[in-house]
């Protein structure tokens, strides 16, 4: 023992472990002798520039809704990290040509390292290599096109496809509007033109008027021809102005077509599809009369929790990049390409030797089949369609409400549940209950022959018997009844202490929808949501700094719901979960001072008497137990001031290293003192290692506080 207390060899004894320590870490750094893996490609078709325009390609700016698109997909696929490729994302620009695009087809179909292809073209351009990827077996999912009834194989996904519009607007117009007689404003060269007269022919309803336009191109001349044509009619048919009017027109033809129609006519009846018209040039429609405009749409612009981390992540990377009003849309359909191309790895798993064969297996599984992912469900029809979730909105008094009777993906009429929730105040956050006390009003707005809709929203997360629910008014206005609730509770949240002081939280209040997107719809108010952004600093929360405020919508699959009798044992279903989310950050100051510091200087004090030259008993024993003793009743504030967790927090693991080195300073006198006689004490020097624990207790501190 006299032996080991020698400066030369404490010395050694702390090297070989410092070198052992980083052998360690150096061995286990990840990936540092990870086999590198085979690079393969998935293509991205874009329309970066255009062919047509009199500026040369070269020297156009790129196009930045492409380039949104680029860089979100290569986050995606940066995400998948496969055990044997590393999947890489090769851009295209077809330059708005569809003979370009083809071109590009041809060059994929011939390149083995391409495994799959991501299309962001229209489907005039995506038309012309019909031959080229039914012939070639080239995986596609095409993310904006339609198919317009090509042929493009059996390895061909569209996932932003308008095929079934017309059909599913038939289905709208007989089983909600209860009409059989139209009159249809349509672009004849549209390749959904035909679908609509064939949709109608099946659906028993008849056209009073056809008005056909061209797509492209489309000259002032012809507005004004279509305008004349529209004028005449309702002259000499005053009574069709209460006929439904059915649009098929894109939004540079339908901006100026409904602003015309709006001066125009006072009472008229719209129906269409989400791209005849940009949303900016419905400001003044009708405002000042009865005009209404139902458009297939989604509603609400909240997203999943992932989507909105994800989203916040890429416009911080490039802000220029995500000016599109619609980008959470668009990084969404980027999402589900990726997962469908994830899927294929699920099914059958990464190989050295994958290849477009290996695509084309697992997109050939997928007709008329759904996809399980963790919160959504992909449904594919005989064609690979991706089949959409439907939701009818209406434009009418200056703004969109969305329609109290919806159709679910089968066509089948279901309650549209609306709803919305403002927070008033959230407070009392209780970290020993795991809850925190939160005030809000919520309101819904249902079709009144569906009143008992509202019984299937629950907050998931409320302690029922501390809270109170009160009814504040009930109105009706029409078929549509609206009611305004006042509620005060207690909510549960499972909080991560791990990096207690310094821990950030998220507290929610979760509305948890008890019926099935097919059976109920349900609309959330995102825009009264957003209307006051100055909403989180009257949040009574005193000790957190509040960082962030925002609601998501995650949606939960589930093969039924809590043992319900009227859900098929076998089916999948969603459910929707509304979350308000609250992300709070634990101001340092009160914890640095009650907790970091007290321990730290304690164990300074402990270290520093070891510099002492004269270690005797007699001279440190009460001190030294003095320090012991410190810490002993320090444990005692301390237990009684932290909160308890299920895993060590950095408070924990800063008192249990201060706890130890008391405890070891404390040994080293004792030990010293019971090993060398009194007078050869005062001679020691254990100065060295009392610098060596002084270092390395400050780095461990370090670590535990910063990590």
């Given at each position: 023992?006299?032996?080991?207390?020698?400066?030369?060899?404490?010395?050694?004894?702390?090297?070989?472990?410092?070198?052992?320590?980083?052998?360690?870490?150096?061995?286990?750094?990840?990936?540092?002798?990870?086999?590198?893996?085979?690079?393969?490609?998935?293509?991205?078709?874009?329309?970066?520039?255009?062919?047509?325009?009199?500026?040369?390609?070269?020297?156009?700016?790129?196009?930045?809704?492409?380039?949104?698109?680029?860089?979100?997909?290569?986050?995606?696929?940066?995400?998948?990290?496969?055990?044997?490729?590393?999947?890489?994302?090769?851009?295209?620009?077809?330059?708005?040509?569809?003979?370009?695009?083809?071109?590009?087809?041809?060059?994929?179909?011939?390149?083995?390292?391409?495994?799959?292809?991501?299309?962001?073209?229209?489907?005039?351009?995506?038309?012309?290599?019909?031959?080229?990827?039914?012939?070639?077996?080239?995986?596609?999912?095409?993310?904006?096109?339609?198919?317009?009834?090509?042929?493009?194989?059996?390895?061909?996904?569209?996932?932003?496809?308008?095929?079934?519009?017309?059909?599913?607007?038939?289905?709208?117009?007989?089983?909600?509007?209860?009409?059989?007689?139209?009159?249809?404003?349509?672009?004849?060269?549209?390749?959904?033109?035909?679908?609509?007269?064939?949709?109608?022919?099946?659906?028993?309803?008849?056209?009073?008027?056809?008005?056909?336009?061209?797509?492209?191109?489309?000259?002032?001349?012809?507005?004004?021809?279509?305008?004349?044509?529209?004028?005449?009619?309702?002259?000499?048919?005053?009574?069709?102005?209460?006929?439904?009017?059915?649009?098929?027109?894109?939004?540079?033809?339908?901006?100026?077509?409904?602003?015309?129609?709006?001066?125009?006519?006072?009472?008229?009846?719209?129906?269409?599809?989400?791209?005849?018209?940009?949303?900016?040039?419905?400001?003044?429609?009708?405002?000042?009369?009865?005009?209404?405009?139902?458009?297939?749409?989604?509603?609400?612009?909240?997203?999943?929790?992932?989507?909105?981390?994800?989203?916040?992540?890429?416009?911080?990377?490039?802000?220029?990049?995500?000016?599109?009003?619609?980008?959470?849309?668009?990084?969404?359909?980027?999402?589900?390409?990726?997962?469908?191309?994830?899927?294929?790895?699920?099914?059958?798993?990464?190989?050295?030797?994958?290849?477009?064969?290996?695509?084309?297996?697992?997109?050939?599984?997928?007709?008329?089949?759904?996809?399980?992912?963790?919160?959504?469900?992909?449904?594919?029809?005989?064609?690979?369609?991706?089949?959409?979730?439907?939701?009818?909105?209406?434009?009418?008094?200056?703004?969109?409400?969305?329609?109290?009777?919806?159709?679910?993906?089968?066509?089948?009429?279901?309650?549209?549940?609306?709803?919305?929730?403002?927070?008033?105040?959230?407070?009392?956050?209780?970290?020993?209950?795991?809850?925190?006390?939160?005030?809000?009003?919520?309101?819904?707005?249902?079709?009144?022959?569906?009143?008992?809709?509202?019984?299937?929203?629950?907050?998931?997360?409320?302690?029922?018997?501390?809270?109170?629910k009160e009814l504040i008014f009930e109105k009706t206005d029409g078929s549509t009844i609206?009611?305004?609730?006042?509620?005060?509770?207690?909510?549960?949240?499972?909080y991560e202490l791990e990096k207690y002081p310094f821990d950030a939280q998220e507290i929610?209040?979760?509305?948890?929808?008890?019926?099935?997107?097919?059976?109920?719809?349900?609309?959330?108010?995102?825009?009264?949501?957003?209307?006051?952004?100055?909403?989180?600093?009257?949040?009574?929360?005193?000790?957190?700094?509040?960082?962030?405020?925002?609601?998501?919508?995650?949606?939960?699959?589930?093969?039924?719901?809590?043992?319900?009798?009227?859900?098929?044992?076998?089916?999948?279903?969603?459910?929707?979960?509304?979350?308000?989310?609250?992300?709070?950050?634990?101001?340092?100051?009160?914890?640095?001072?009650?907790?970091?510091?007290?321990?730290?200087?304690?164990?300074?004090?402990?270290?520093?008497?070891?510099?002492?030259?004269?270690?005797?008993?007699?001279?440190?024993?009460?001190?030294?137990?003095?320090?012991?003793?410190?810490?002993?009743?320090?444990?005692?504030?301390?237990?009684?001031?932290?909160?308890?967790?299920?895993?060590?927090?950095?408070?924990?693991?800063?008192?249990?290293?201060?706890?130890?080195?008391?405890?070891?300073?404390?040994?080293?006198?004792?030990?010293?003192?019971?090993?060398?006689?009194?007078?050869?004490?005062?001679?020691?020097?254990?100065?060295?290692?009392?610098?060596?624990?002084?270092?390395?207790?400050?780095?461990?501190?370090?670590?535990?506080?910063?990590?």
């Amino acid at each position: 023992m006299k032996f080991f207390f020698t400066s030369k060899n404490i010395l050694i004894a702390f090297t070989v472990i410092l070198c052992i320590s980083v052998a360690y870490y150096i061995f286990n750094k990840e990936g540092l002798f990870e086999k590198k893996k085979q690079v393969k490609y998935v293509a991205y078709v874009g329309r970066y520039t255009n062919q047509a325009d009199t500026v040369p390609c070269s020297r156009q700016p790129l196009n930045k809704f492409d380039l949104m698109h680029e860089v979100t997909l290569k986050k995606y696929l940066k995400e998948l990290d496969l055990p044997y490729t590393d999947l890489q994302l090769k851009v295209f620009d077809c330059r708005k040509n569809g003979t370009i695009s083809d071109s590009i087809y041809q060059v994929i179909a011939q390149d083995p390292d391409i495994v799959a292809v991501i299309d962001n073209t229209w489907g005039e351009h995506i038309s012309k290599c019909a031959a080229t990827i039914r012939e070639n077996n080239i995986p596609v999912i095409a993310i904006n096109a339609d198919r317009n009834e090509f042929d493009f194989g059996t390895s061909a996904i569209f996932t932003g496809s308008q095929d079934n519009v017309p059909h599913d607007m038939v289905a709208y117009i007989t089983k909600v509007l209860h009409t059989t007689k139209v009159n249809f404003i349509s672009e004849e060269d549209y390749g959904l033109h035909n679908t609509y007269l064939k949709a109608f022919k099946e659906g028993n309803i008849t056209i009073n008027k056809l008005f056909s336009v061209k797509g492209k191109p489309h000259t002032p001349a012809d507005s004004i021809r279509l305008y004349t044509e529209l004028e005449q009619y309702f002259k000499q048919n005053p009574s069709e102005e209460n006929t439904l009017l059915v649009l098929s027109v894109h939004a540079d033809i339908g901006n100026k077509l409904i602003n015309y129609l709006n001066k125009r006519f006072t009472k008229i009846h719209l129906l269409g599809h989400a791209y005849i018209v940009n949303a900016s040039n419905l400001q003044k429609f009708g405002v000042h009369n009865d005009n209404d405009l139902i458009i297939i749409s989604n509603p609400t612009d909240a997203l999943t929790k992932s989507l909105y981390n994800d989203i916040a992540e890429l416009k911080t990377a490039h802000p220029d990049y995500f000016q599109n009003a619609n980008h959470p849309f668009f990084v969404e359909r980027c999402y589900d390409a990726v997962e469908m191309l994830r899927n294929k790895f699920d099914h059958s798993g990464d190989t050295t030797t994958l290849s477009k064969k290996d695509f084309n297996n697992y997109f050939r599984t997928l007709p008329n089949q759904i996809v399980r992912e963790q919160d959504e469900i992909y449904q594919f029809d005989s064609i690979l369609n991706l089949v959409p979730e439907l939701f009818f909105t209406q434009y009418a008094g200056g703004r969109f409400h969305s329609c109290p009777l919806q159709l679910n993906e089968y066509r089948e009429v279901i309650p549209n549940l609306f709803f919305g929730m403002e927070i008033s105040d959230i407070y009392n956050i209780n970290m020993d209950e795991n809850s925190f006390t939160s005030d809000f009003y919520y309101w819904i707005k249902l079709d009144s022959n569906n009143r008992d809709a509202e019984k299937y929203i629950i907050f998931q997360n409320m302690k029922q018997n501390e809270s109170s629910k009160e009814l504040i008014f009930e109105k009706t206005d029409g078929s549509t009844i609206y009611k305004l609730y006042k509620v005060s509770g207690i909510f549960y949240v499972n909080y991560e202490l791990e990096k207690y002081p310094f821990d950030a939280q998220e507290i929610f209040v979760r509305a948890e929808i008890l019926s099935p997107a097919t059976k109920l719809k349900v609309s959330f108010d995102q825009k009264s949501f957003d209307m006051d952004s100055t909403k989180i600093d009257k949040f009574k929360i005193t000790e957190w700094n509040k960082l962030k405020y925002y609601v998501t919508v995650d949606n939960e699959i589930n093969l039924g719901m809590y043992g319900d009798p009227d859900m098929e044992e076998e089916k999948l279903y969603e459910f929707k979960n509304i979350y308000f989310r609250l992300n709070v950050e634990r101001k340092q100051t009160t914890p640095l001072l009650e907790i970091v510091l007290p321990l730290v200087l304690i164990g300074l004090i402990s270290i520093s008497l070891l510099f002492i030259k004269d270690i005797s008993f007699e001279n440190l024993g009460e001190v030294s137990i003095g320090v012991f003793m410190s810490i002993v009743a320090f444990s005692i504030s301390f237990s009684a001031s932290t909160p308890s967790a299920d895993n060590l927090t950095k408070a924990d693991y800063l008192f249990w290293l201060t706890f130890i080195v008391v405890l070891l300073n404390f040994m080293i006198v004792i030990l010293v003192n019971a090993i060398y006689e009194p007078e050869e004490v005062k001679n020691i020097d254990i100065r060295k290692l009392s610098t060596g624990l002084g270092i390395g207790y400050i780095v461990l501190v370090s670590i535990v506080l910063l990590n």
